[in-house]
């Protein structure tokens, strides 16, 4: 089963983020053979880290809690809050199968919440430059609620286009990276 968790960083929390660096990423390392994706986000600036993408294949949504809040970081309250949807890898691929590689373009994180309805199940024509999507979904798999996708786009309103904005409750686009070790 596949998991979709997003930690959003509390205010002030950058030196603490730093500090658990090598922590975090220790955790991570247990997870490396399942992740799908990962990586941070960052405010406008580009440079300020705003939250954490993680989606990894886990047995169950007991494993996807525990995963989610015995991260290092949510431990320590570097992240006020945290996003657990199990997620469909509509792909089928992981991000390091991404044809545009790490670093060519800007990269976003497209979050969608939904409202009604499934939408946005079949991936868009553009498929190259996603680097993740698919449907957010109720624990039990079956009720769509939202859709999560990382892309490659020229800027947040090309970003937000790879959904169907009147099929949302809400749309949040946030500037992300390649995350993982250096």
């Keep these: 089963m596949e998991y979709f968790c997003y930690h959003r ?24 053979e399942r992740m799908i994706a990962r990586g941070p986000t960052f405010a406008a600036d580009g440079e300020t880290p705003t939250g954490s993408v993680h989606i990894v294949d886990l047995p169950d949504p007991a494993a996807a809690r525990a995963f989610a809040l015995d991260e290092p970081n949510y431990q320590a309250g570097a992240y006020r809050d945290v996003l657990l949807r199990r997620w469909h890898n509509t792909l089928g691929r992981t ?10 373009g800007d990269r976003y994180l497209v979050l969608g919440l939904g409202a009604g309805e499934a939408a946005d199940l079949d991936v868009s024509a553009d498929r190259d430059e996603l680097i993740a999507y698919g449907p957010l ?17 020229e800027d947040p309103d090309e970003a937000r286009a790879v959904l169907t904005p009147d099929r949302y409750a809400e749309i949040e686009v946030h500037a992300w990276a390649f995350g993982g070790r250096p």
């Design 9 to 32: 960083d509390r205010s002030g929390s950058l030196a603490l983020r730093k500090e658990l660096r090598e922590e975090h990423w220790s955790y991570m390392d247990w997870y490396a």
């Design 95 to 104: 991000m390091w199968d991404f044809p545009g590689g790490r670093t060519d």
């Design 137 to 153: 979904l109720s624990d039990d798999g079956v009720r769509w609620l939202g859709t999560a996708a990382l892309v490659r786009a």
